[in-house]
């Protein structure tokens, strides 16, 4: 059993104060950030009299996570040997996972997912967008509350104390065209009239969660039909619609076979895309399909790390931020949990695949920490419904960072993003806050030992 209270509420009003502050308009100097009902309330820059203890520290704004599955955290360095004589790839894992998710109880989803989402905050996240999918027990009936497991996901959030889109799953299908499901699906699957409820339930578990927000997510074009796509743009129209695709070869090619068009094209052509829609991966896309995108106002869900994880492949950046097209990052699979690492990798992949250096950079000059930063945190903006910013009116969620001692005078404010993505990672953060409460102190997360030990519970139970 979980024991998983809500974090202690934040204190209703404070000042903080900072050496350097990243604001919408720019670096500023000596920073005292006022917080009332976990919102930033005013923002002073110069200050004279920031006490020594806090005039090295530099604040930024959390970025938010645009693809998670947390309960995937169990698996976690479990899945890294050969499974297949053949050949090992995403599908083999996919098998794995549909094993793992077996005999998990929502308690356990709920232990699972309390420790993602402090790692999330510790590694520099402070809102997720979780991607949810696993709504019915093993048998594959519903619970008598359809978002149970929705909801205690969402008391999780509430007591890591990360901010939440909660991303419903609707899931139908086993292949394109309407196959039926497979074995090992049963706990994903709703009709039409079924997932209208569940969205129902799952507003009622996030009414009390501050600043939620509840989207809805068809899986993917192959868990779902034309007709079920298109009802499910219907349900909550005006809030975040995520979707998987075109994560993998196999994919592309079944969906060709179907439709004789590639799953971007495809969606392009049938759905109405816009700002409202996260494509998450978006991997095998041709230069056409990367500009559409683009033009769409639709965001690219980018998770490297997992990508790598499980050989997907690699988004190709240049024609698409050519086309002015936006991006944010993801944890997905939650193998590891690192803004930085993502960022990194995502970056990394491009110069590996096109030979060249700073390639987020597309003019001359320029920090390519900061570009590749600002640029998740845009696109992490629109993916999440929300308008996270150091500004006064938005919820408090602050990075804070402590540069190394090797950043000197000379050194440009940038520098220290560089530092946090290209070389430290999560070593920078020194705090974290959510809507003006302190998630995370000196690095580590402040309720992490109680979350490790629910973790390890819920764990052991799964897999004896
Ligand atoms: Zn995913």
């Not at 009802?231 to 695709?245: G, L, Q």
């Not at 570009?371 to 804070?400: I, Q």
């Amino acid at each position: 059993m979980a024991r998983i209270q809500a974090s202690e509420p934040a204190p209703l009003s404070h000042t903080l104060q900072f050496g350097r502050a990243l604001l919408p308009d720019g670096w500023a100097e000596n920073v005292e950030i006022d917080i009332a009902d976990g919102l930033i309330h005013a923002i002073r820059t110069d200050c004279a009299g920031i006490s020594s203890s806090r005039s090295s520290l530099t604040v930024v704004s959390g970025l938010p996570n645009l693809h998670s599955h947390a309960f995937q955290r169990g698996m976690s360095g479990r899945t890294e040997y050969r499974l297949s004589a053949k050949e090992d790839s995403f599908w083999t894992w996919r098998e794995q996972l549909y094993k793992f998710i077996r005999n998990a109880t929502p308690d356990d989803i709920k232990a699972i997912s309390a420790l993602a989402f402090a790692e999330m905050l510790e590694g520099g996240f402070t809102r997720v967008c979780e991607f949810h999918y696993l709504h019915n027990t093993p048998a594959g009936s519903p619970y008598t509350d359809p978002a149970e497991i929705a909801g205690q996901v969402a008391q999780a959030a509430n007591a890591a104390g990360i901010g939440l889109t909660l991303l419903p799953v609707f899931y139908a299908q086993g292949g394109f065209g309407g196959q039926p499901p497979s074995d090992g699906q049963e706990r994903f699957l709703n009709t039409l009239d079924s997932f209208s409820s569940l969205l129902d339930h799952a507003e009622r578990h996030c009414e009390t969660l501050e600043g939620a927000v509840v989207g809805v997510a068809p899986h993917s074009l192959r868990a779902v039909t034309h007709q079920q796509l298109a009802a499910m743009r219907t349900f909550r129209p005006d809030k975040p619609i995520h979707i998987h695709i075109a994560e993998q070869i196999k994919e592309v090619e079944a969906c060709l076979e179907w439709s004789r068009a590639r799953p971007v094209e495809w969606l392009l052509e049938h759905a109405d895309v816009d700002e409202h829609w996260c494509l998450v991966h978006a991997t095998h896309t041709d230069e056409t399909e990367r500009g559409n995108i683009a033009k769409s106002g639709a965001v690219a869900g980018l998770c490297p790390i997992t990508e790598a994880n499980l050989g997907d492949g690699i988004f190709e950046l240049p024609v698409f931020l050519k086309a002015g097209g936006l991006f944010g990052v993801g944890s997905d699979s939650n193998v590891s949990i690192d803004a930085a690492d993502e960022l990194r990798l995502l970056e990394y992949s491009q110069r590996l695949r096109f030979k060249r250096r700073n390639v987020i950079n597309t003019d001359s000059g320029g920090s390519s920490g900061r570009m590749l930063y600002e640029a998740a945190l845009e696109g992490g903006r629109r993916a999440s419904g929300t308008s996270a910013r150091l500004a006064p009116g938005h919820s408090a969620d602050m990075l804070v960072l402590a540069p190394s001692e090797i950043l000197s005078g000379k050194d440009t404010n940038d520098a220290i993003l560089d530092e946090w993505v290209f070389r430290r990672g999560k070593a920078s953060i020194a705090e974290v806050w959510v809507r003006g409460g302190r998630m995370v102190e000196q690095g580590r997360h402040v309720r992490r030992s109680e979350f490790e030990a629910d973790f390890l519970r819920a764990l052991k139970r799964i897999l004896d």
